[in-house]
């Protein structure tokens, strides 16, 4: 792994994992000409991190490793899955995703599916063989299940072994930037259509960075989660060690995945909310979070939403609240409710949408997407499950959590949106509905979170995209090194 601009070394508590191999450059990601793409762009892959937490996940994380399978299934059949998980709870990840057909991978410490393994053991019960094309279908169900017709989704996960504190890999995995190939570099292959990427290759052929954060479990010592994040504050360099990618350290500046969303295009959403909070950057001003926004993202606007989700317990990520469809469009969490303490916030967030444009100049397009109808709030049962540790932020019984239906993935092959079912089974329907209108050519796959919501938050909290591309190894370092230094020199 090599760190790019970066300045600081320090020990992470994660497999006694320590960044080492710190190759210091004077670049960073907008003077190297990488931005950070899209999520409905195409992938190389998905993060996701096993839940364990016993204040976040109840009674042993039972039903929130069930709904995480029905995620990684979900996600699995259209791209590569890279499952984290804790020595503790190694096993438990095993066991639920390969059902015990397992092998080592090619990368020391990783778990693969062992397909043969599965095969021999239909064979010896006389179990049918799978149909593939039956195998591939994942569809969701009223309940928001995923119906596991078959294993076929298994082939794209690998398991790995990293100590977190927590499963939010949204907030504590990289963020990754691109940079498209020189035409004389690129493979052959189709050339994009659109806008400035017309003359650039194919979006499998660009160089993929990762841009490493300070974690401060939300707020620090002002209104952090937890009192101690070091596990999750070494994740993503210890990720990007193992599977190749190189670094723009970013750090001591605190940023989670979940409060910016990018079109692609060089426009960033954010919320003042979270962003401006006194526990993150305190002693930044807005102006000067913005360019770091700008030189780390490669953005040319950054879109400042006032709120975000009413209780949303990150200081209102901007992913609960707001994201990109395509360039120019968006969906925004609504109500209309004008009791709903979430009006306000939604109404303030259109209002600020309506009279701004994007880093193209064009008026955005803006989709809302109603919240459930009813209130989903922590239940005497549940509270019973959550074991706090000193320092951890508890919760209350009848307490309001954070639903929302923009709280989605997008996968290579479909939307991944969170279901509650309950009384809300019936705006469950009709968000299902508008996202399929909204996504056509994607299918849309319902799955039931609620078991992830009572951990704080949802399915786009629990996963972080790896756009397509290539790693960029020591030879493609070698070969930008020069211009890297001239850009610098030029500043």
Known sequence: ???????????????????????????????????????????????????????????????????????????????????????????????????GNVKPGEREGTFVWDETAESKDKEENNHPAVNEKEAADTDGVPDGEIKHTGSLWRRNVEI?????????????????????LQREDAPKGNMLL??????????????????????????????GLYASWEKDNAFAKCFCEKYGYEVYDAAPFVLEGGSVHSDGEGTVLVTAACLLSEGRNPSLTKEEIEERLKQYLGAKKVLWLPSGIYQDETNEHVD??????????????????ENDPQYPLSAACLDYLARETDARGRKLVVHKLPIPDAPICITDEEL???????????????????????????????????VFGGENEESDRRAVALMEQWNPGRKVVPVAARDILVGGGNIHCITQQIPAGKPQGNEARQSSSAMTRGEAAGQ
């Open 1 to 99: 792994m090599k760190i790019l601009k970066g300045d600081y070394l320090k020990s992470g508590i994660n497999n006694n994992y320590i960044a080492k191999d710190i190759s210091v450059a004077a670049g960073i990601p907008a003077a190297d000409g990488f931005f950070m793409p899209g999520e409905f762009e195409p992938h190389a892959g998905c993060i996701m991190i096993w839940p364990e937490r016993p204040g976040s996940w109840i009674y042993g994380a039972g039903a929130a490793r069930r709904a995480f399978t029905n995620v990684i299934a979900a996600i699995a059949k259209s791209e590569k899955l890279y499952l984290a998980a804790g020595k503790s709870s190694l096993a438990s990840a095993l066991e639920a995703i390969f059902e």
């Open 160 to 180: 790995f072994t990293a100590e977190t504190d927590d499963a939010w890999a949204r907030d504590i995995a990289p963020t990754f930037v691109v940079k498209p």
């Open 194 to 223: 659109r806008g400035e990427d017309a003359a650039s290759p194919d979006k499998s052929a660009r160089l993929v960075r990762a841009v490493n954060w300070e974690f401060n479990a939300w707020g620090g010592a002002v209104d």
């Open 320 to 337: 609960n609240v707001c994201a990109f469809l395509r360039p120019g469009e968006v969906v925004l969490a609504w109500t209309d409710n």
């Open 384 to 418: 019973k499950g959550y074991c706090f540790e000193e320092g951890e932020d508890v919760r209350e019984a009848g307490e309001r959590l954070a639903a929302s239906y923009v709280n989605f993935y997008f996968s290579n092959g479909a939307v991944v949106m969170p």
